[in-house]
């Protein structure tokens, strides 16, 4: 089993910052890519910054975002900066792992909120 716990989100005012963490632990063989989704009202979601074999960002954020992966702690951070009422979302963390039993497994957080007041 993989087991992953999300952290991080809360209300800021824009221009403010906010860092999500998301730390992954059990029967893992390989974090083959880990990052962060994001889904406002009425929205599709969207990636917001990934780390795998190379790290994306959405136009939108970079710039202001910082993807980092701890891998001694299997933890993934993202560092927000200059925040903008648009980035108001729900934020989820997505990870794709290897288990030892080679099991592929694909797993998304239950989500946290992230509000930019203006």
């Known amino acids: 089993q993989v087991h992953v716990v999300e952290s991080g989100g809360g209300l800021v005012q824009a221009g403010g910052s906010l860092r999500l963490s998301c730390t992954a632990s059990?029967?893992?063989?390989?974090?083959?890519?880990m990052g962060w989704y994001r889904q406002a009202p009425g929205k599709q979601r969207e990636l917001v910054a990934m780390?795998?074999?190379?790290?994306n960002y959405a136009n939108s954020v970079k710039g202001r975002f910082t993807i980092s992966m701890d891998n001694a702690e299997n933890t993934l951070s993202l560092q927000m900066d200059s925040l903008k009422p648009e980035d108001t979302a729900v934020y989820y963390c997505?990870?794709?792992?290897?288990?030892?039993?080679?099991?592929?497994?694909?797993?998304w957080g239950q989500g946290t909120q992230v509000t930019v007041s203006s």
């Open positions: 997505h990870g794709d792992f290897l288990t030892h039993g080679m099991d592929h497994i694909v797993w």
């Open positions: 780390i795998g074999g190379s790290t």
């Open positions: 059990g029967n893992i063989f390989r974090i083959n890519a």
